[in-house]
């Protein structure tokens, strides 16, 4: 797959065609660049849904560029990409962060992802080690209140009608936030999308549960994890237990007071966080001797 990106200044750019991987950038003309962070979304969200983390954090000197994931956001105008595909997925990931490395060849660059982005972060991380100085990555857990009897739902539904979708918004946006506005915001945004087939949601669990195999072959890539406090999707034991596994001497998991399932996505970010981020991120600018 191929990238464009336009970086004239911290307004977002776009490409959605056929044969471009949906790219979107965020770079303040007026800020010298410190490094970039690639963002990747959660399960039925899009690239966009880093707008006001882009906006932000291009403040702060960063070029961030987010991507979408294969059957969601752009992808779904897209002839025959409307489906889950982790495997392709994971493939633009990685060409994404050799697009930034080639467009910024002087940075360091940090890979952040939120839930699903953040399995995908990891398992990219774990891969492809020489492409990323820093891995972000929030909620990554498999272990969801409420996950058994979603599955004995899902696992009905693969038995009568596999290939059929299922409106998952009761799990996905319900457990992620108790704010009605968000809710509504969701239901009401076109890339958004929150019916998946028992398949889709199957490979989905499958892939969610190999981030412990994943973490295991991260052995110097300085990682921070993230959690709200406050999420009633994702169990703290899931990520403690990646976090865990991570070979990295250099890994820490961070709990955010009154935080929800979203930490970077949607503005769901507060002062304190982008201060945590940003102290981070220093930190590993200082190591590298930038």
């Not at 774990?126 to 979603?150: C, D, F, W």
Request: charge should be negative; include cysteine; hydrophobic fraction near 40%.
């Amino acid at each position: 797959m191929k990238f464009e990106t336009e970086e004239a200044d911290s307004r977002p750019s776009q490409q959605s065609v056929l044969d471009v991987t949906p790219v979107m950038s965020w770079i303040d003309p007026e800020q010298k660049l410190k490094g970039v962070i690639l963002c990747v979304h959660g399960l039925g969200l899009h690239k966009g849904t880093y707008a006001q983390f882009g906006e932000r954090m291009a403040k702060e000197g960063y070029a961030v560029y987010a991507v979408d994931v294969r059957g969601f956001g752009a992808f779904l105008e897209m002839p025959g990409q409307r489906k889950c595909d982790f495997p392709k997925c994971l493939d633009d990931v990685r060409a994404a962060l050799e697009l930034v490395r080639k467009t910024h060849p002087q940075l360091p660059v940090f890979l952040l992802g939120e839930s699903m982005g953040g399995a995908i972060a990891i398992r990219v991380t774990s891969m492809h080690p020489e492409l990323v100085e820093g891995l972000i990555s929030s909620v990554p857990g498999a272990a969801r209140y409420g996950q058994t009897k979603n599955a004995i739902k899902v696992g009905l539904k693969l038995l009568s009608a596999p290939n059929a979708e299922m409106d998952v918004t009761d799990v996905v946006v319900n457990q992620s936030t108790k704010k009605e506005e968000l809710k509504k915001a969701w239901s009401k945004d076109p890339l958004a999308r929150f019916n998946l087939s028992p398949i889709e949601l199957l490979q989905f669990q499958q892939f969610m549960e190999e981030n412990s195999k994943s973490a295991k072959r991260i052995k110097k890539t300085p990682v921070l994890m993230v959690q709200g406090a406050s999420d009633a999707l994702v169990r703290q034991d899931s990520n403690i237990s990646i976090v865990n596994r991570i070979q990295s001497e250099d890994s820490q998991l961070i709990l955010v007071e009154g935080g929800e399932h979203l930490i970077f996505e949607e503005g769901q970010f507060d002062e304190n966080v982008i201060k945590i981020l940003s102290e981070w991120l220093e930190q590993h600018l200082k190591s590298l001797g930038r």
